[in-house]
């Protein structure tokens, strides 16, 4: 009988402990992915609008890639670094810097200091193993971050392989730029910002034509030019790409 009594009384304070929960506002954990590298830091949050703001910044940091992983071949990446006339005392940005290969080349080639940025947690752990095999890690940082919200006030070399929309996207952060700071972009240009150069070679990896683009800061947009459905033909130029994910590169 007693055993029963306790039973029912568990019950009731179960069911009861349910009712309350359901009627009272109580903090939310906020959290939208297993993968610990895109969950935002579990918040506890109580009213209806900070749980929007917090929503919000889980969504920033867990935010899809804005163009698929094509990794630019070692000569394009070689050509590229000549054109930025990368020195000892730059600092480069790679913007989407898949397995770090840019940024590794960089440190190893010219001694500068670098940072490599994406979105894609599998691109940032290559990175950084991209970056313990050829022993930068004095030189080279990866950071796991949306391009779109970055400070590039500090660089003066950045390197792009994205797509012409987001070449323009960027010109608002790259305005910000140090006068003298050079801009390369593999094979894209940048919709209304006129190049210094454009340099076409012939990767002997893939044994197809690739074009290098500089840009020297302060960068100046000109008033129209046509370039209606770029993207619709690069991104048909990433996807008939072969994309060699993972390999570490030892430039
Ligand atoms: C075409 S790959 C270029 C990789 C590398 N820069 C290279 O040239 O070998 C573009 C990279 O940008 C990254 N990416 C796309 N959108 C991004 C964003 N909003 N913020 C940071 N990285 C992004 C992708 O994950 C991908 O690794």
């Not at 109580?46 to 749980?51: F, I, Y």
Request: aromatic share 6%; proline share 6%.
């Amino acid at each position: 009988m007693k055993k029963l009594f306790s039973l029912m009384l568990a019950f009731f304070v179960f069911f009861a402990g349910c009712a309350e929960r359901e009627s009272t506002p109580v903090p939310v954990i906020v959290s939208v992915d297993e993968d610990e590298s895109l969950t935002a830091p579990e918040v506890a949050v109580s009213g209806a609008g900070e749980k929007q703001e917090v929503i919000e910044e889980v969504e920033k940091v867990a935010k899809e890639p804005d163009v698929i992983y094509v990794p630019t071949p070692n000569d394009v990446v070689a050509k590229m670094l000549e054109l930025a006339n990368v020195q000892k005392d730059d600092l480069l940005y790679d913007l989407g810097c898949g397995d770090g290969r840019i940024v590794v080349t960089a440190a190893k080639r010219f001694g500068c200091k670098a940072v490599g940025y994406d979105i894609d947690p599998q691109r940032i752990k290559e990175s950084l193993d991209n970056v313990a095999v050829n022993n930068v890690g004095h030189l080279v940082t990866i950071e796991q971050k949306d391009i779109f919200t970055l400070d590039l006030g500090k660089a003066n070399v950045i390197t792009l392989y994205l797509l012409p929309s987001l070449n323009v996207k960027l010109i608002p952060q790259l305005k910000k730029l140090k006068p003298g700071s050079r801009i390369v972009s593999h094979d894209f240009r940048m919709k209304g910002v006129k190049p210094d150069k454009i340099v076409e070679l012939t990767s002997s990896e893939d044994n197809a034509q690739h074009k290098v683009f500089l840009w020297t800061a302060p960068i100046k947009k000109r008033n129209k030019m046509k370039q209606a459905g770029d993207d619709v033909v690069s991104q048909a130029k990433f996807e008939s790409t072969p994309v060699a994910i993972g390999g570490l590169s030892s430039p």
